[in-house]
Structure formats: structure tokens, C-alpha cells
């Protein structure tokens, strides 16, 4: 099993910044792609970043230019730097990550309990 632990989310001005990170741990095998999606009150799931093995990104066209995903593989890590926010960002946001177990070629989706980002004056 592997659990995920979000942290850096809370109350922000719009125009300002948060930093959330999610790292993984348990049994770690191999951790492909991370990512980060967000639900607001009301809303489908969104995707928000995510983040392959080697770096490469992609993100949603509402947070291009604002929001930067990265991660750190020897911590199993993953982080979202979010600036310029706005009001809209408002969410909850979750992390995700696929992982192969050992002895397998399974990828299992693992999500985090995610954490509330409000973006409020």
C-alpha cells in the first residue's frame, strides 16, 4: 500500500501564493506520473498539473502561467506552486500518483485526502 499526504493548503488573498506538497509513502516500488487535481464546491473533479518520471508537465489551460508542478523522486514527492491566484482557485486539492508494485506491471492510482485552498479578500 502507499499513502499520500498533502500539505500547504489554507485561506490566501487573491493575487497571492501557496505551495502545497504531497508525498508519498509505504511500500514503494516505482512512482510514474503525479499530479494534482481539484474539486470546487458544486464541480466535477478537475485536473489540475500533472508530472511524469522524467519531468515532463502538463496542465490545465486555467492555471497556465500561474501554476507550476514539480517533484522531488528521491523524496517521493510531489509539489504545486500556485501564484496569482484567484478566487476560482478555490478548491480542494488532491494529489495523485501511479505506482507499480514490485513483481508487478499493474499501475494502481493512489489519491490523497486532499486539502482545502480558499482564495478569498
Known amino acids: 500500500q502507499v499513502q499520500l499526504v498533502e500539505s500547504g493548503g489554507g485561506l490566501v488573498q487573491p493575487g497571492g501564493s501557496l505551495r502545497l506538497s504531497c508525498a508519498a509513502s509505504?511500500?514503494?516500488?516505482?512512482?510514474?506520473?503525479m499530479g494534482w487535481d481539484r474539486q470546487a464546491p458544486g464541480k466535477q473533479r478537475e485536473l489540475v498539473a500533472v508530472?511524469?518520471?522524467?519531468?515532463?508537465?502538463n496542465y490545465a489551460d486555467s492555471v497556465k502561467g500561474r501554476f507550476t508542478i514539480s517533484r522531488d523522486n528521491a523524496k517521493n514527492t510531489v509539489y504545486l506552486q500556485m501564484n496569482s491566484l484567484k478566487p476560482e482557485d478555490t478548491a480542494v486539492y488532491y494529489c495523485?500518483?501511479?505506482?507499480?508494485?514490485?513483481?508487478?506491471?499493474?499501475?494502481?492510482?493512489?489519491w490523497g485526502q486532499g486539502t482545502q485552498v480558499i482564495v478569498s479578500s
Open positions: 508530472i511524469n518520471s522524467g519531468g515532463r508537465t
Open positions: 509505504g511500500s514503494i516500488f516505482r512512482i510514474y506520473d
Open positions: 495523485n500518483a501511479d505506482h507499480q508494485n514490485s513483481g508487478s506491471s499493474v499501475l494502481v492510482n493512489y
